[in-house]
């Protein structure tokens, strides 16, 4: 859905839509944002530091890293695609300058 008006244009059926439509776009913000630190990242350490993870944990379970799925490099961080031991997907962002590392995003296990 598209509405367009000034700022300051008070249309009584307009403005009511936005203001319905900026706190969904709030609501589902504050969904998508499920970054979490980690406490600790247990990493193989090769060519350079933290080349990519071995095992992390999340609220005192620790998850062995089954497969690097992907990885890839932004400006300030490196992504890592990884299967857990418990078969589920998780993305880990590293941040090299502040050396801490979070979760980015979860995906559960397919059931059939």
């Not at 319905?20 to 499920?34: F, H, P, S, Y």
């Not at 600790?40 to 071995?54: D, F, I, T």
Request: proline share 3%.
């Amino acid at each position: 859905m598209s509405v367009t008006f000034k700022i300051g244009d008070r249309h009584p059926l307009i403005y009511p839509k936005f203001l319905e439509l900026l706190q969904l776009a709030r609501i589902r913000i504050k969904l998508l944002d499920v970054s979490m630190k980690l406490q600790h990242v247990e990493c193989h350490s090769g060519y350079k530091a933290n080349e990519r993870p071995l095992s992390f944990q999340l609220d005192d379970r620790n998850f062995d890293v089954k497969e690097l799925i992907d990885q890839w490099y932004g400006i300030y961080h490196t992504y890592f695609k990884v299967r857990a031991d418990d078969d589920n997907i998780y993305i880990l962002k590293y941040d090299g300058h502040n050396d801490e590392w979070s979760i980015e995003f979860f995906k559960a296990k397919e059931v059939k």
